[in-house]
C-alpha cells in the first residue's frame, strides 16, 4: 500500500518558523504531484502549496513569499519549510500526492497523510 507520513509539526511562536517533511512509502512508480493541504476548525480543506514533478510550484496567495515547498524524487519526500508564521495559519496540514503505483496496469490515484497539527500561538 502507497502510504504518506508526514512529521513536523508543533506549537510555534508567531513570527516563528516550522518544517514539515512528508514520506512516501510503498510500490511507488512516480510522484506526479506533491502538495500540503490545510484544514482549520469549522473551515474546508485548502491547498497550502504544490509541486509537479517538473519542479513546477504553486502557492496559496495568503502564504506566497513565506512559505517553500520542496521534494526530493530520489527518496520520495516533500517537505514545506514555513517561515513568518502567523496565528492564521494555525490548521491540520495534510500532506498530498498525485502517485502512481507499481502495478500491472496505469495506477494514478490520490493519496493523503494523516495530517500533523500546526499551532501558532504565543
Known amino acids: 500500500q502507497v502510504q504518506l507520513v508526514e512529521s513536523g509539526g508543533g506549537l510555534v511562536q508567531p513570527g516563528g518558523s516550522l518544517r514539515l517533511s512528508c514520506a512516501a512509502s510503498?510500490?511507488?512508480?512516480?510522484?506526479?504531484?506533491m502538495g500540503w493541504y490545510r484544514q482549520a476548525p469549522g473551515k474546508q480543506r485548502e491547498l497550502v502549496a504544490i509541486?509537479?514533478?517538473?519542479?513546477?510550484?504553486n502557492y496559496a496567495d495568503s502564504v506566497k513569499g513565506r512559505f517553500t515547498i520542496s521534494r526530493d524524487n530520489g527518496k520520495n519526500t516533500g517537505s514545506l519549510q514555513m517561515n513568518n508564521l502567523l496565528p492564521e495559519n494555525t490548521a491540520v496540514y495534510y500532506c498530498?500526492?498525485?502517485?502512481?503505483?507499481?502495478?500491472?496496469?496505469?495506477?494514478?490515484?490520490?493519496?493523503w497523510g494523516q495530517g500533523t497539527q500546526v499551532t501558532v500561538s504565543s
Open positions: 509541486i509537479i514533478s517538473s519542479g513546477m510550484t
Open positions: 510503498g510500490p511507488i512508480f512516480s510522484i506526479n504531484a
Open positions: 498530498y500526492g498525485l502517485i502512481s503505483r507499481i502495478a500491472t496496469r496505469p495506477d494514478t490515484s490520490n493519496y
